[in-house]
């Protein structure tokens, strides 16, 4: 019971992260653009040092369409990559605030050399632009303060990840006039 909860709830998470991510590629025509040549081939997304104290992730490979999106190839497993991505997810509260905060997380790209230098464009210039999808809901002057609100936010989660680390490696016998790690 608790396998298959899992398992949807899994599916349905995916299937929204795909929405965002074709929500991201589809407002940067250039995006679109870089991926079509490419559809039909597929690509994985691995998550390197994933705690094992933590549910394991789904699946994630996708296949590019013809319109220069995403398609999320589910549960099943696919056919070899054209193209393997290895996110570093050691420190996953750390790797959700980089991302958050626009930082790219450590990525290795392997594969085809074209498909490789097109989504690895995509991830050095591709940014979800919050503040102008809340200005389309409640107009321009509330989106701007809660874009302000969450900077804020995230700034203060950068500072406390960067304190918890410093801690963490003067507890472990590290250099305890080290600098918090960046």
Known sequence: MLQSLQTFASAAVMERVTLLLNHVIAAEPAAQQRLRPHAGRLLEIRFDGWPALLPPLPAT?????????????????????????????????????????????????AGDAQFATDVNWLFDNLRWDVQDDLA?????????????VGQGIAAGLREAVRTIGSVASRLRGGDPGAAPPR
Do not use: H, K, M, Y
Not at 136 to 148: C, F, H, Q, S
């Open 61 to 109: 490979a996708f296949r590019v369409s013809p319109a220069g999106l995403l398609e999320w190839c589910g549960q099943e497993p696919t056919a070899t990559p054209e193209l393997r991505v290895g996110v570093d997810a050691s420190n996953p509260a750390l790797a959700l605030v980089q991302t958050l905060s626009g930082e790219r997380p450590r990525v290795e790209i």
């Open 136 to 148: 389309r809901i409640v107009g321009d002057a509330p989106a701007r303060e809660l874009a302000r």
